[in-house]
């Protein structure tokens, strides 16, 4: 009872606040509100005096075009923190953005979605960097699940449920049943490996160099894992012989084989999940299907080609960009429904009797 109205009085003084922390995106969410920043995981520093000149998509428009002076950077890759500093810099930025929606009193509870099968070391970062950041509070909880719950899949009942995430920097494909993941696998192949297959296909296949801004315009325009409707995007980068800008014509055909190697090697991690996965859990899986969430769902075909080569029905969630995020939300207003699925570190953890 008294937890109960301590509850309610930190409540009403302090915000909640849902992170789904990316390496290309990081999507905030403000209890009672909603989904209120969503921007891209990039810092610019200005090396001279240490002091960052942007954040978001302010410092996105800088990546590739900033003096030497001024770093754009991702503060995370393959999902975890690769730059303390400026990872908290980023955070404090954003909670604040988030919080210029409602003003409280104390710092906000804030929940962080993390990959599945981090490191305790990596948990610490994330869990340390958000409280310099000014949360009250932090509980972590590992992304494939704040994204079955952000979906609204029963994932405390005893049944099977299956959930692909394609973010950024990783994907995690996971089997969730009774508050727990019962297997999970994550690979670092997700949207930053296929812009990087589609940089290497066009730099070997038409001897021209470009950025990493217009390999993720040629994805989103042209990606696509099954044979569909032809299309074509011109691009223009630097010709490898000359050094002089050339323009050339990519098709889908080409993004398709450029990115051929990665999805390949995403189903046979899918394959492998479902091999390792118990005789009861799997039969859940078959009838109830699979579900794909992130940015990585959006490419043309994906869920059409799992269906082939698995036989069962697999659904691309609504809004999949939003799923980890809205879970982060659930989580929050559920806390002591959901402490099961949070993850614990192990100084955190009761002592052993």
């Given at each position: 009872m008294k937890?109960?109205?301590?509850?309610?009085?930190?409540?009403?003084?302090?915000?909640?606040?849902?992170?789904?922390?990316?390496?290309?995106n990081t999507l905030v969410y403000l209890g009672g509100k909603g989904i209120v920043v969503n921007e891209p995981s990039v810092v610019a520093i200005n090396q001279k005096t240490?002091?960052?000149?942007?954040?978001?998509?302010?410092?996105?428009?800088?990546?590739?075009?900033?003096?030497?002076?001024?770093?754009?950077?991702?503060p995370l890759v393959d999902g975890v923190i690769s730059d303390f500093e400026v990872t908290e810099e980023m955070l404090t930025y954003l909670i604040k953005?988030?919080?210029?929606?409602?003003?409280?009193?104390?710092?906000?509870?804030?929940?962080?979605?993390?990959?599945?099968?981090?490191?305790?070391?990596?948990i610490r970062a994330v869990r340390d960097a958000t409280r310099n950041?000014?949360?009250?509070?932090?509980?972590?909880?590992?992304?494939?699940?704040?994204?079955?719950?952000?979906?609204?899949l029963p994932v405390?009942?005893?049944?099977?449920?299956?959930?692909?995430?394609?973010?950024?920097?990783?994907?995690?494909?996971?089997?969730?049943?009774?508050?727990?993941?019962v297997r999970s696998k994550n690979l670092k192949i997700a949207g930053d490996k296929l812009n990087s297959d589609i940089i290497s296909y066009i730099r070997s296949e038409f001897k021209i160099?470009?950025?990493?801004?217009?390999?993720?315009?040629?994805?989103?325009?042209?990606?696509s894992v099954v044979p569909m409707e032809p299309s074509e995007v011109s691009i223009k980068g630097r010709d490898l012989i000359t050094g002089l800008p050339?323009?050339?014509?990519?098709?889908d055909a080409d993004v398709r084989e450029a990115i051929a190697q990665s999805i390949d090697n995403l189903v046979e991690a899918v394959k492998e999940v479902l091999e390792t996965t118990p005789p009861e859990v799997i039969s859940d899986v078959m009838q109830r299907g699979i579900h794909l969430v992130g940015g990585g769902a959006m490419i043309r075909g994906l869920d059409e080609l799992l269906r082939k080569w698995f036989k069962i029905p697999v659904f691309i969630a609504?809004?999949?960009?939003?799923?980890?995020?809205?879970?982060?939300?659930?989580?929050?207003?559920?806390?002591?429904e959901f402490e099961e699925v949070l993850i614990q570190n192990e100084d955190e953890l009761p002592p052993k009797k």
């Amino acid at each position: 009872m008294k937890k109960k109205l301590f509850n309610k009085i930190y409540k009403m003084m302090s915000n909640e606040i849902g992170i789904d922390l990316g390496t290309a995106n990081t999507l905030v969410y403000l209890g009672g509100k909603g989904i209120v920043v969503n921007e891209p995981s990039v810092v610019a520093i200005n090396q001279k005096t240490g002091r960052v000149v942007a954040v978001g998509s302010h410092a996105k428009e800088m990546l590739g075009r900033t003096p030497p002076h001024i770093v754009a950077v991702r503060p995370l890759v393959d999902g975890v923190i690769s730059d303390f500093e400026v990872t908290e810099e980023m955070l404090t930025y954003l909670i604040k953005k988030a919080e210029e929606h409602s003003k409280k009193m104390l710092g906000p509870r804030v929940v962080v979605g993390v990959p599945s099968g981090i490191t305790n070391v990596e948990i610490r970062a994330v869990r340390d960097a958000t409280r310099n950041a000014g949360a009250r509070e932090v509980f972590i909880v590992e992304e494939p699940m704040a994204g079955a719950i952000g979906i609204r899949l029963p994932v405390k009942e005893p049944v099977g449920n299956m959930i692909i995430d394609i973010g950024g920097g990783t994907t995690d494909i996971a089997v969730i049943s009774l508050g727990g993941i019962v297997r999970s696998k994550n690979l670092k192949i997700a949207g930053d490996k296929l812009n990087s297959d589609i940089i290497s296909y066009i730099r070997s296949e038409f001897k021209i160099l470009i950025g990493e801004k217009t390999a993720e315009t040629l994805k989103i325009a042209l990606g696509s894992v099954v044979p569909m409707e032809p299309s074509e995007v011109s691009i223009k980068g630097r010709d490898l012989i000359t050094g002089l800008p050339r323009e050339v014509i990519i098709t889908d055909a080409d993004v398709r084989e450029a990115i051929a190697q990665s999805i390949d090697n995403l189903v046979e991690a899918v394959k492998e999940v479902l091999e390792t996965t118990p005789p009861e859990v799997i039969s859940d899986v078959m009838q109830r299907g699979i579900h794909l969430v992130g940015g990585g769902a959006m490419i043309r075909g994906l869920d059409e080609l799992l269906r082939k080569w698995f036989k069962i029905p697999v659904f691309i969630a609504d809004d999949p960009l939003t799923a980890i995020a809205r879970g982060t939300g659930i989580i929050l207003e559920n806390l002591e429904e959901f402490e099961e699925v949070l993850i614990q570190n192990e100084d955190e953890l009761p002592p052993k009797k």
